[in-house]
């Protein structure tokens, strides 16, 4: 109860002439209705992040299609690669969507088809990058010749789990981030990643 209560105080506060929202950050829709209501309710202005659409706030979003797509691009016309597995974010999440749509743009472009095992949910974290390289590691699904993620956590947990698991980044399979975190930098062997 203090917890509502603050965030109400919040919201109602005169230190605050408007809200930007990350929505999506919320999985629960409870949760988002919730704070959707008080929001609405405190009549200043809200931006949304990263979405795609609502009823009664204003949104916006980068252009992560596009950057993803690049990424792909660059896999394929700089190396060479055609077998290129992605990983993004949570289903249904907009930032997640628009990476992996950005992914598929790049592969239809390039006339690689895209097996149905290519592709798969992740969580913008680490577990779901544990379970890819141990797949791979395992021989449960074909060894890609490169992974693009949907964020630079996923790719450096994909790439400390492959080389625990004997396998080389970059020689036997590239990684390739998104997000350009400054961790990334020092990763060995470092992480190759846009923002």
């Known amino acids: 109860k203090n917890t509502d209560k ?9 230190k605050f002439s408007g809200f930007l929202y990350a929505r999506n950050t919320f999985s629960d829709d409870r949760i988002r209705k919730y704070i959707d209501d008080i929001l609405l309710m405190s009549g200043k202005p809200v931006m949304l992040l990263d979405s795609s659409g609502h009823r009664n706030f204003e949104t916006t979003a ?18 060479g690669y055609r077998k290129i597995y992605c990983i993004t974010g949570p289903k ?7 990476r992996l749509k950005g992914y598929r743009n790049s592969m239809k472009l390039h006339g690689i088809p ?3 095992s290519y592709c798969r949910y992740g969580d913008f974290w680490k577990d779901a990058s544990k379970a890819l390289a141990a797949e791979i590691i395992e021989g449960k699904i074909s060894r890609p ?12 947990e994909l790439i ?7 396998i080389r980044v970059p020689e036997d399979i590239a990684v390739m981030g998104m997000d350009d975190l ?5 990763l060995n062997p470092p992480l190759s990643s846009i923002d």
């Open 6 to 14: 603050y965030i109400c105080d919040l919201a109602f506060s005169d």
């Open 160 to 166: 400390s789990s492959l080389t625990a698991g004997g």
């Open 62 to 79: 980068i252009d992560d299609c596009s950057a993803f797509e690049k990424i792909t691009d660059h896999l394929i016309e700089a190396h």
């Open 145 to 156: 010749e490169a992974v693009v993620c949907g964020n630079d956590v996923m790719a450096m």
């Open 114 to 116: 895209v097996e149905k």
């Open 182 to 186: 400054y961790e990334a930098k020092y």
């Open 92 to 98: 249904g999440i907009f930032i997640s969507e628009e």
